[in-house]
């Protein structure tokens, strides 16, 4: 795709980081839904979505937690609103696809492959842990498969696109990916237009790397031509640094709380607004013009928030 306006999106919760880590991530359902608002106030086109048990801020598939926020949501901004279908690294693929194929939403994202998924380096920092499953489920990710095969990448793509009309955040997180990102595509089971987000900082997956950026770029418009759009999310302190190279190459950037918790070095983020916030000033300062919900959707095409069911 030529450059174009940008689109942010905000990923306002996610299933990586524990309550414990940061008082302003949030856990319960008018936490997530106060939290997305502000960040499609601030300009996020995009809600990337997970739920959380408001119980004990534990990752959550369950049908009853999404609607905790989701109407909030759907009630209060036109932003898109786009459903992990990644939930956690230790939820089935039955359990993540429960809200989402009730729901029906216009976006899901979808992981391109299985991975190591290994979160254990954050346990370095001394913290006192507000819940008992925190400290082992970090722990234990020295033993955590992301399990997405193409089997069940298939299964997807079908039970999400093909039966509910959905498009797909494709999120690649390391090279691999994009071949098998093509290798669906030649299979006719994706057509255009595709939105690539690469995932970079996850280890297991590809580092947040300018240089690896300009090769994922370069294999992606090798493999796509002009039929895809491509956004960033650097996970932790190179998020800004590798958002700001994104827009300078004419592509789109994703922020938000799941994806780093802190604003500066040392200084924690108090919502996912003020990092929207941020990367807005950042991009708008490249010359790049913000997409609104109605334009995300056009450049997607998204099938539109009146034909969603949930």
Known sequence: MPMSKIIISCAITGSIHTPSMSPYLPVTGAEIAASALGAAAAGAAILHLHARDPA???PSSALAHWMGFLPAIRAGSDAVINMTTGGSAVMTLDQRLEAPLAVA??????NMG??????????????????DWEEPFLRNSD???FKNTPRDIEGVLRLMGAERGARFEFECYDLSHLYMLAHFRDRGLIVGPIFVQFV???????????????HLKETADRLFGRDYAFSVL?????????AAMAAGMGGHVRVGLEDNLYIAKGQLAVSNAEQVAKVRALVEGLGRVVATPAEARAMLALKGADRVAG
């Open 234 to 242: 650097a996970a932790g302190r190179q998020q800004m640094a590798l």
């Open 56 to 58: 004990n801020g534990r």
């Open 105 to 110: 939403p216009e976006m899901c994202s979808l």
């Open 114 to 131: 299985s991975m190591n998924f290994a979160l254990y380096p954050m346990l370095g920092k001394d913290r006192v842990w507000k819940y």
């Open 200 to 214: 970079m900082g996850v280890l297991g997956g590809v580092a947040a790397d300018p240089s690896h950026l300009m």
């Open 143 to 145: 033993d955590l498969v």
